[in-house]
């Protein structure tokens, strides 16, 4: 079976809405503790990390609820918490994302998922997890099941997000998974249950990964070959459930039958971080199989979104828009962001200096080039600011040679360049505002000239650095 047109792809894509769509499961803390690593303890040889800031976000289910709602979708989210302080600051933060909290049960007796990742720049140290006792079941699921039964009905597409933390108790699935079939909405489950698949039978989709699918039928993924064999034996467990195998590296399967079943490959790029990437396809899929999209483009779009999301350290959700731009411009579209986009990125880097650039970028030249190269002398996180086309438009009287996504993907595709901005301003201050670089960079003509964002670059010191070889 062939991959799905270009042009089938994206009316598909401009054509979804808004639906609503319910997550079950079980929801977790995910905290982090960003710093840095220059020495070695003297009590053991371990690493010595020196704390910079910490963030906490919702993990687990709750990142599948937060990609939801970034993606468009109204979202209700349903699962367990301990009455615990953890658990608090999770009903806290669905509370401030303008989440119903009526489908989240707190029990004294359950212990709150936390899993507290410490990172240094791109790497992970350690990743401490409070965890319920192994073999947890939440016993007193009967008053969820009713809160399940009364809002199903409101939905389009029910997710059941299962990281075997004790929350989904067999019965409880069953019976939710029967209720929604009873109304004709598709149930899509990510699945971390190792052996006991029947409990998900009913499901319309399921997304299992290489080591859940191995487990699970006893076969050792390591080609296609035993991909579609290990799909077709899950397939037969579930009478007849679409499967949506993650195969890593290897890309995505999905598996309709023996004769209708496509590969999607992955993009050959730098993998930064995979925690996500299986709750940022189970989210597409959510999104595109509740308005109807045929399965071959709502899997193309899935493994489109896993592809962006390894690209990024910790956990992170795209627009629809963002994914979009990824489809039609190719994967150096990573790199051009915007101005939200990139606060929401910074707030997640190292202490290397934030590096900006700003001009029209229009007539492209080596003097560019050779200019671009310089910034990495500042050792930092580098980013292109560019005017809009409308922007210049309005300073130079005219068009520019390029428009702004030309000139944009040229310059992401330079390995002296981290990111693209473009601004709709006539000038970058409010983007200097904004981000807060340590580090603004200006042409040699300009050393003896006043510099539009002069106030701004003193009121936020960063330093201005000339370097030669720059024309516009």
Not at 46 to 64: C, F, H, K, M, T
């Amino acid at each position: 079976m062939l991959n799905p047109d270009p042009q089938s792809c994206l009316s598909a894509w401009d054509e979804v809405t808004s639906p609503n769509i319910l997550v079950l499961g079980d929801l977790m803390l995910d905290r982090y503790s960003w710093g840095t690593v220059d020495r070695i303890s003297p009590e053991a040889p371990i690493p010595v990390l020196r704390l910079v800031r910490e963030e906490e976000r919702l993990g687990g289910a709750g990142n599948v609820v937060m990609n939801l709602k970034t993606l468009g979708c109204k979202v209700t989210v349903s699962g367990l918490i301990g009455k615990d302080s953890i658990g608090n600051q999770i009903l806290d933060i669905l509370s401030k994302e303008g989440f119903d909290n009526s489908g989240v049960q707190q029990e004294r007796d359950y212990p709150t998922v936390l899993k507290h990742r410490m990172i240094a720049g791109h790497n992970h140290l350690l990743r401490l997890d409070h965890d319920p006792p192994v073999g947890y079941q939440y016993l007193n699921y009967s008053k969820l099941l009713r809160w399940l039964e009364s809002i199903l009905p409101s939905q389009q597409a029910l997710v059941i997000s299962d990281y075997n933390k004790g929350t989904l108790h067999p019965l409880l699935i069953k019976s939710t998974v029967h209720i929604a079939n009873s109304l004709d909405i598709p149930v899509l489950v990510d699945p971390r249950n190792l052996g006991n698949y029947e409990i998900y039978e009913g499901c319309s989709w399921i997304k299992p990964n290489r080591k859940e699918a191995s487990a699970a039928t006893g076969i050792s993924i390591t080609d296609q070959e035993s991909a579609l064999k290990a799909a077709g034996i899950l397939q037969q467990k579930l009478n007849g459930a679409v499967i949506a195998l993650s195969l890593d590296k290897d890309g995505l399967l999905l598996f309709q039958s023996s004769e209708e079943f496509v590969f999607f490959g992955t993009e050959a790029l730098e993998v930064f971080d995979v925690v996500g990437a299986g709750d940022m396809v189970i989210g597409i899929l959510a999104m595109l199989v509740s308005s109807k999209v045929t399965p071959t483009v709502a899997a193309h779009w899935a493994q489109l979104g896993a592809a962006m999301a390894i690209q990024h350290v910790g956990v992170i959700s795209f627009e629809r828009e963002e994914i979009r731009k990824r489809f039609v411009y190719g994967h150096t579209s990573i790199k051009i962001v915007s101005l939200k986009r990139l606060q929401k990125e910074l707030a997640l880097k190292d202490e290397s200096p934030l590096v900006i650039t700003n001009g029209y970028f229009d007539k492209l030249s080596s003097t560019h080039l050779k200019f671009l190269g310089q910034l990495r002398k500042f050792k930092g996180f580098t980013v292109v600011a560019i005017n809009s086309d409308a922007s210049i438009q309005r300073k130079k009287g005219g068009p520019p040679l390029l428009d702004e996504m030309e000139r944009a993907r040229l310059l992401a595709s330079l390995q002296s360049v981290d990111r693209v901005l473009i601004f709709e301003d006539d000038n970058c201050c409010e983007v200097f505002r904004c981000l807060k670089p340590q580090i603004v960079v200006k042409g040699t003509r300009y050393q003896d000239k006043q510099i539009e964002e002069s106030q701004v670059i003193e009121e936020i010191g960063a330093c201005v650095e000339f370097l030669p070889e720059y024309s516009l």
